[in-house]
C-alpha cells in the first residue's frame, strides 16, 4: 500500500497487523474514498473494506466527472490502478507522477490515453474513453 495520506488513513482507523497484511496480499497500490483497489483498476476484497462507510467504486464510475489529486513517484501505482479502475475521470499531479504513470501504462499495455499538459505548475493527466479524440488532435 502506498505511503502518505493512505497510509496516515488505515493507521488512524485502527487497522490490525493481520489486516494490514491482508490488504498487501490483495494487490492493494491506493484507495479512493478509503476504498482498496489493484493497479489493475479492481477493487480488493478485504476485511477492512467492509468496515467503510463511504462511496462504493462502482458507484464512482457512473459519476461523469471525478477529480482525484495525487502527487509523489509512490502515488504513480495508484493514479494508474484508478484510472484503469474507472474511479477517477480527471486527475490532477506533479510531472513525476504523471511520467512514471505513462511510463507503467505502456510498460503494461494499460487502455488508458493520457493527455499531458501543464496546468499552473502541475501537470493534469485526463482519461479519455476509448475513441475519444483528446484535445488539440
Do not use: Q
Amino acid at each position: 500500500l502506498g505511503v502518505g495520506s493512505s497510509a496516515e488513513l488505515f493507521s488512524e482507523a485502527g487497522v490490525t497487523g493481520a489486516e494490514r497484511k491482508e490488504m498487501k496480499e490483495s494487490g492493494a497500490v491506493g484507495d479512493v474514498c478509503a476504498r482498496l483497489f489493484t493497479i489493475e483498476g479492481k477493487r480488493c476484497d478485504v476485511a477492512v473494506d467492509r468496515r467503510v462507510i463511504g462511496a462504493e467504486l462502482s458507484a464512482l464510475r457512473k459519476i461523469p466527472r471525478v477529480v482525484g489529486v495525487a502527487r509523489g513517484l509512490e502515488k504513480a501505482p495508484g493514479i494508474l490502478g484508478a484510472m484503469r479502475g474507472g474511479f477517477v475521470s480527471v486527475l490532477i499531479t506533479d510531472e513525476p507522477a504523471a511520467n512514471r504513470g505513462a511510463a507503467a501504462r505502456r510498460r503494461l499495455e494499460a487502455p488508458i490515453a493520457w493527455h499531458v499538459s501543464g496546468l499552473y505548475g502541475h501537470i493534469s493527466a485526463t482519461r479519455f474513453s476509448s475513441g475519444a479524440k483528446e484535445p488539440g488532435r
